[in-house]
C-alpha cells in the first residue's frame, strides 16, 4: 500500500517535472510548432472553491473559478479562438484552420458548473459543452468515487466486499487513506462491470450512504439542464445512462448505453446530442469497438480522454478524439501552457506507457 502511494506520487511528480523542464527551457515553443496541433479540447468536471482538507483523492476532477478565468484570459492572450464542438466539427472536415481554436467541455454535469463556470463563461463569451450521464441527471446514478472518498475519509479502515470476500484497508492516517483509494481503484480495474456495481452499492449500504441524496447534492437536475440548455453559448451531449466502463460491458450493452443516454437527453431537453464523450475515456475504458458505435449511432464527434492536441488529420477519427484534462493536480498556467503547446500525450506517455488507439 505504502509503495502504491509512494508510486501514485512519484508520478505526479514526474509529470510536473517533465512540465516545467519544458516550460523553463523554453523547448514548448518549439514544440507548439512541430506538435501544436490545429487546436484543442479542454476536459473539465468539477469548477468550485478550493477546499483545504488533506485528504482530496479526487482533487484531479476539480480546478477553481479562478483558474478557470486564468485560462481562458491565457488562451484569449496567445491569439486561441474559443469555438464550439459543431464548429470545431465543420472546420477539422472542411480543413479551415487559419486560427488554432480551443473547445471547452465539462464531463458529467455537475452543478458546480452552473454556479461557479458559467457565470464566468457567459461573461466571457465563451462556448462550452456538458456531457450528461443520464442517470446522474435523473439522480440514481452511484458516484462511487465520491463514495470511496467519504467512506475513506471519514473512517480508520475500510472493508469492502470483492465477489463475496472482505479486503479490509487501514485509513488512519491521510497517507493510508490515499493508498486505499489507489488499491481500491486497482481491484475495480480488475473486476467485471457487474461485480464493480455490486461491490460499491454493498460499500455504500454497510456505511450508511444514501447514494440518491450524494447524487442530487452534485449533480444537475433537468431542469437545471434546460436553463443551459437554452443559451446558444451551450451544447448539451452525450455521455451514457450509467456511466460505465463500455470496454467492460458486452457489446449490446454498451452500444445501449450510448445509444438510451443520449435518446434520455433528447427526451428531457428536446434536443438530440450531436457528440458523445466516453466515460473515463482512457484506453481501459474505450476501444476501437465503441469508436465504431458512436459513428453508427450518428454522434458528429466522440471525445476520449486520451492526451492530445487536434491535427488535421483527426478528421478521419471524429470518433476518437483526443483532450486535455484541465487537472487540479496541475493548476499552473505554465504547465497548461505547455500542455497545449503538444506536450500532453509526451507529458504522459514519458511516465506511463499509453494504449494508443491503433486507428491514430
Ligand atoms: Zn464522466
Known sequence: ???????ASFRKTAI????????????????RERCGGVGIILTLHHVRPARQDAFQPNRSLEITPEFLEAVILEFRRQGLEFIG???MHRRLCEGCFSNRFVC???????RDNLEYAYPILRQHRIPFAIFVASDFADWRGHLWWRTLESVASANDRVTIMVEGSPRTFACRSVAEKIATVRAVHQIMSGLTHEAEVRTFAELAAMMAID???????????WKELSRL???PLVTIGAHTVSHPHLRKLAPEAARREM?????????MLGVRPRHFAYPFGDASAVGLREFAYAAELGFRTALTTR?????????NHLTSLPRISVNGDYQRLRHLRVLEAGAATLAWNGVRRLKRAPAR
Open 307 to 315: 492526451p492530445g492536441v487536434l491535427s488535421a488529420g483527426d478528421r
Open 211 to 221: 447514494t440518491v441524496a450524494d447524487c442530487s447534492a452534485a449533480c444537475m437536475s
Open 104 to 110: 471547452i467541455t465539462f464531463d458529467d454535469g455537475y
Open 85 to 87: 464542438l459543431d464548429e
Open 1 to 7: 500500500m505504502k509503495r502504491m502511494f509512494a508510486r
Open 16 to 31: 510536473r517535472l517533465t512540465l516545467d523542464a519544458l516550460y523553463f527551457t523554453g523547448a514548448f515553443r518549439m514544440l
Open 259 to 267: 445509444e438510451a443516454g443520449a435518446a434520455r437527453v433528447e427526451s
Open 229 to 231: 440548455a437554452a443559451d
